[in-house]
């Protein structure tokens, strides 16, 4: 008891460091996502296996604790998905509206940097969609609450002339999880995967 004790201290002891002498960071971020579905829903096997883009936008905040290595937290409200079928077909199409909200461990070189980590998103809307039907209906009780999964990046930093920057960056993410409610279908899979373009600028 006493040795989880000292080791709880210790912690708390390292941390209170780490964060008196980091350097924290705050910016805002546009970002236009090209997501997939791997899996299915109801009857329809291949559900997003054409990309869907859509766009969404969000904050940074950046906890620094050396020159190279940050902690880096992305939050942001952004739609994911994706579509199958034709133009001028019955196409379907999932619509998901998440509070996304990714954390990376940065590792930069001079103005370049990579990132690697991982995600938690909260489900806000989920949409089915029968484009050629016109036919559209929630389907939010079909869908777990949240997604999580990996993420990975790169990015580089362009300095303006005073001490705020902006930021370029590319992310690829898939989820672990599984996105249908079990309690609702408990025989398939449905997960997200996709890329996300981010433009960013640091204050």
């Known amino acids: ?9 210790f912690l708390l002891s390292l941390l209170f460091t780490l964060t008196a002498t980091a350097q924290i960071e705050l ?70 509206t998440f509070l996304d909200v990714p954390a990376f461990i940065r590792l930069k070189k001079k103005r370049t940097y990579l990132l690697i980590g991982g995600y938690y998103a909260r489900l806000v809307t989920a949409d089915y969609i029968r484009t050629h039907e016109e036919q559209r209906t929630g389907i939010e009780e079909e869908l777990s609450e949240g997604d999580s999964g990996i993420a990975i990046g790169a990015g580089v930093e362009i300095p303006t002339a005073t001490r705020e920057r902006f930021l370029v960056e590319l992310q690829y993410s898939r989820s672990t999880g599984n996105l249908l409610n079990t309690a609702v279908d408990s025989q398939h899979q449905l997960k997200h995967r996709g890329l996300t373009l981010k433009v960013g600028f640091v204050f």
């Open 1 to 9: 008891m006493l040795s989880s004790l000292l080791q709880r201290l």
């Open 27 to 96: 910016g805002l971020m546009a970002l236009a996502n090209s997501t997939f579905l791997d899996g299915q829903f109801r009857d329809s096997e291949r559900i997003g296996d054409t990309a869907r883009l859509s766009f969404g936008i969000g904050g940074l905040l950046t906890v620094r604790f050396s020159k190279n290595i940050a902690v880096n937290v992305q939050p942001a409200l952004t739609e994911k998905g994706g579509k199958n079928g034709a133009p001028g077909s019955l196409s379907e199409e999932i619509r998901l």
